[in-house]
């Protein structure tokens, strides 16, 4: 199984594609950020996150998606833009007719080290060990995004095992 896992924001949005092999294991297949010019008005950073987004889906055509839902900030104006972002994100799999679910950080970090209020150095860190990485994923945003992938497909192999008992 292919996943991307995004995590949204307009100045920086990561991403993370990773497959799930037939012996279990998970190998990563390619990240990074798609970064918004700064100076543009909101609507053109919105408009070249969204026809990034689409070439991605369109060259690494995943069988499904994960974004990562907005916690609380306490600025709300970011808030904002990573709610425009998200939105943004989920109409491209709509788009693509690619199925995605959404996570809080709380499960992410749960999913991904055992501990729903990890530190970023110690998600960072079980990313790089689950996926055979030399270094530590960078930027922040992509290795955000490779968690995001992780946890779904750990949510996505533990619901088709419960509807195989069913």
Do not use: W
């Not at 070439?55 to 833009?81: C, D, F, M, W």
């Amino acid at each position: 199984m292919l996943v991307i896992g995004i995590d949204p924001g307009t100045a920086s949005t990561g991403y993370g594609v990773i497959r799930h092999r037939q012996d279990g294991g998970l190998e990563l297949v390619d990240y990074g950020v798609i970064a918004t010019p700064a100076g543009d008005p909101m609507p053109d950073r919105l408009c070249c996150l969204h026809e990034k987004l689409c070439e991605l889906l369109a060259l690494h055509q995943p069988e499904s998606g994960a974004v990562e839902k907005l916690y609380y900030q306490r600025n709300v104006s970011t808030a904002i833009s990573v709610g425009q972002a998200r939105g943004v994100s989920l109409l491209a799999f709509a788009q693509a007719s690619i199925p995605v679910d959404e996570y809080n950080p709380r499960v992410i970090k749960q999913s991904v080290t055992g501990y729903g209020s990890a530190e970023k150095r110690q998600v960072q860190e079980m990313v790089r060990s689950l996926l055979g990485m030399q270094e530590l994923p960078r930027p922040d945003d992509a290795a955000d995004a490779l968690a995001v992938a992780i946890c779904h497909l750990h949510a996505s192999q533990t619901r088709q095992r419960m509807e195989d008992m069913a």
